[in-house]
Antibody, heavy 120, light 110 residues
Framework: EVQLVESGGGLVQPGGSLRLSCAAS????????MSWVRQAPGRGLEWVSY????????YYADSVKGRFTISRDNAKNSLYLQMNSLRAEDTAVYYC?????????????WGQGTLVTVSS | QTVVTQEPSFSVSPGGTVTLTCGLS?????????PSWYQQTPGQAPRTLIY???TRSSGVPDRFSGSILGNKAALTITGAQADDESDYYC??????????FGGGTRLTVL
């Protein structure tokens, strides 16, 4: 069974940093691309970042470019999101999602999410 | 800037059929955007319904179907059930590793 479990969320002050993790199991992590998708309270879904299976191909939404860094450790079956210079508008539930690239460009499995709150 | 449009809300009677759409503020949606659809109930993670326009994800009942209607992607639910009451999101792949979600449609079954 595919499982994605996010952790690392919490309360942080504006301008602060936070590192999210996503532990993957139930599939061969090294074969799959991954993404982060977020959802602000009461709002819709927003794609944040993508990383290829090897970690060399990386993309970001304009809203986080230059502030967030996606990475992965295939030996640990883990995905990460380093978030710096956090703003109030980054407050959201952050989901990691297994991503199918050239086989359809979609997200096939989702974690339960971790809440990030940016507030003083 | 690419803006993906969805109806903010829709209602359907139990047993009825409803079609939700996913458009672009400028231009037409085609299969080249690989439209996919996700269902989300409050407090839960999204669930993948449809990908690559019309392919059902594993375990999704066949009363959910995807298509291109005119210049939009569409999700049709046939024989709506009470537990279909959810938020539905489409997302388009706009190339270069970038995706854009629509604002979502809140479906009420009543």
């Amino acid at each position: 069974e595919v499982q994605l479990v996010e952790s690392g969320g919490g309360l942080v002050q504006p301008g602060g940093s936070l590192r999210l993790s996503c532990a993957a199991s139930g599939f061969t992590f090294i074969y799959y691309e991954m993404s982060w998708v977020r959802q602000a309270p009461g709002r819709g879904l927003e794609w944040v970042s993508y990383i290829g299976s090897s970690g060399f191909t990386i993309y970001y939404a304009d809203s986080v470019k230059g502030r967030f860094t996606i990475s992965r450790d295939n030996a640990k079956n883990s995905l990460y999101l380093q978030m710096n210079s956090l703003r109030a508008e980054d407050t959201a539930v952050y989901y990691c999602a297994r991503t199918r690239g050239r086989t359809g460009w979609y997200f096939d499995y989702w974690g339960q999410g971790t809440l990030v709150t940016v507030s003083s | 800037q690419t803006v993906v449009t969805q109806e903010p809300s829709f209602s359907v009677s139990p047993g009825g059929t409803v079609t939700l759409t996913c458009g672009l503020s400028s231009g037409s949606v085609s299969t080249s955007y690989y439209p996919s659809w996700y269902q989300q109930t409050p407090g839960q993670a999204p669930r993948t319904l449809i990908y690559s326009t019309n392919t059902r994800s594993s375990g999704v009942p066949d009363r959910f179907s995807g298509s291109i209607l005119g210049n939009k992607a569409a999700l049709t639910i046939t024989g709506a059930q009470a537990d279909d009451e959810s938020d539905y999101y489409c997302v388009l792949y706009v190339g270069s590793g970038l995706w854009v979600f629509g604002g979502g449609t809140r479906l009420t079954v009543l």
